[in-house]
């Protein structure tokens, strides 16, 4: 075990049960929370040991890293009766990997300020795979001391870990990051649709994008390993990316920017709605008809 350190997980689902692992196998003692009975019997199968109530796991970890749905939901754990900033104790440090909301997060910080309770935002990229591995990509807002303090927990959990500034930074990063996902998927799928169109077929064309300078993460990932051979298995969901590109879109607009690619592909997202299920693949956002919208 390390240095008598204890880290709690609290949302054990796709991402979070994959990092209480990795946290685990770099020998740290984990207690996972989750309010679903499905994520938390699943989690037991790990062998990972459950907390029975919030004040319980943080009564032991003095680190606690959140995987949760979305900002709301970290803002009522915290913020809520009995919630986090009622029981921390003074000193715990949270890190955040929750994809969220900065305009929530930035009312949520002074809360925990008043608690005394530190916060490291550190939204993750590399999908459930990256999460079980300790592999993610790690997008980090935060103090050099705290920083210090989480850095063991840090590197069991990501492999590249990016401290790209104060408290916050990290969320935007992460949003960023997404936009430009949703905007390469949007992208690839109709200029591979001219191609077909024209007569090249997607699978003959992609080693050559992929050797060019047209490539991207989409291209050089989501298409060979995804989608064109019909998994649509990445454990990312419609709903989540919709929840990232609309946020993306709220960043833009509360920085006062009108950007006409952002909003159009804002646009297509939320559309896709009436015809692509939420807890459908990403990836499926390439069968949608840009054409129809909806
Ligand atoms: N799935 C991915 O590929 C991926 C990649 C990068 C980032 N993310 C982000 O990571 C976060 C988690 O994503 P996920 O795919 O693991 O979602 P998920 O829905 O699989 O897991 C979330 C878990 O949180 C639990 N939960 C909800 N409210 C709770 C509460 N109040 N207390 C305790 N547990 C609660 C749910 O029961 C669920 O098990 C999201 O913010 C998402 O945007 C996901």
Same mark, same amino acid.
Request: hydrophobic share 40%; charged share 45%; no cysteine.
């Given at each position: 075990m390390k240095e008598n350190t204890c880290v709690g997980v609290i949302g054990l689902g796709q991402m979070g049960r994959g990092m209480a692992n990795s946290l685990r196998r770099a020998g740290f003692e984990v207690h996972g929370l989750d309010a679903s009975q499905a994520a938390r019997e699943a989690c037991a199968k790990d062998g990972i040991s459950l907390a029975d109530s919030l004040a319980g796991l943080l009564s032991r970890a003095g680190i606690v890293v959140l995987s949760l749905p979305n900002s709301d939901i970290v803002r009522s754990l915290i913020e809520g009766p009995q919630g986090l900033a009622d029981l921390a104790r003074p000193g715990t440090l949270l890190i955040d990997t929750t994809t969220a909301d900065p305009a929530v997060m930035r009312a949520v910080m002074p809360v925990l300020q008043r608690a005394g309770v530190a916060l490291i935002d550190a939204p993750v990229s590399g999908g459930p795979r990256g999460a079980a591995a300790g592999e993610l990509t790690m997008f980090i807002g935060g103090s050099q001391a705290d920083l210090a303090r989480a850095r063991d927990v840090l590197s069991a959990l990501g492999s590249k870990r990016f401290h790209i500034g104060d408290c916050g930074a990290g969320y935007i990063a992460k949003l960023v990051n997404n936009l430009l996902v949703a905007a390469h998927l949007l992208t690839a799928s109709e200029a591979f649709r001219i191609a077909e169109a024209a007569g090249v077929k997607t699978g003959q064309l992609l080693d050559a994008i992929n050797a060019g300078s047209g490539r991207s993460g989409v291209t050089l990932y989501n298409y060979p390993s995804r989608i064109l051979n019909d998994a649509f298995d990445s454990g990312f969901t419609m709903q989540l990316m919709r929840k990232d590109v609309r946020l993306a879109q709220g960043l833009m607009q509360s920085v006062e920017l009108d950007l006409p690619v952002c909003t159009q592909v804002a646009g297509i997202w939320q559309d896709s709605v009436a015809s692509l299920? /939420?807890?459908? /693949? !990403?990836?499926?956002?390439?069968? !949608? /008809?840009t054409n129809r919208r909806g």
């Open positions: 299920a /939420d807890q459908e /693949d !990403f990836n499926r956002i390439v069968k !949608f /008809d």
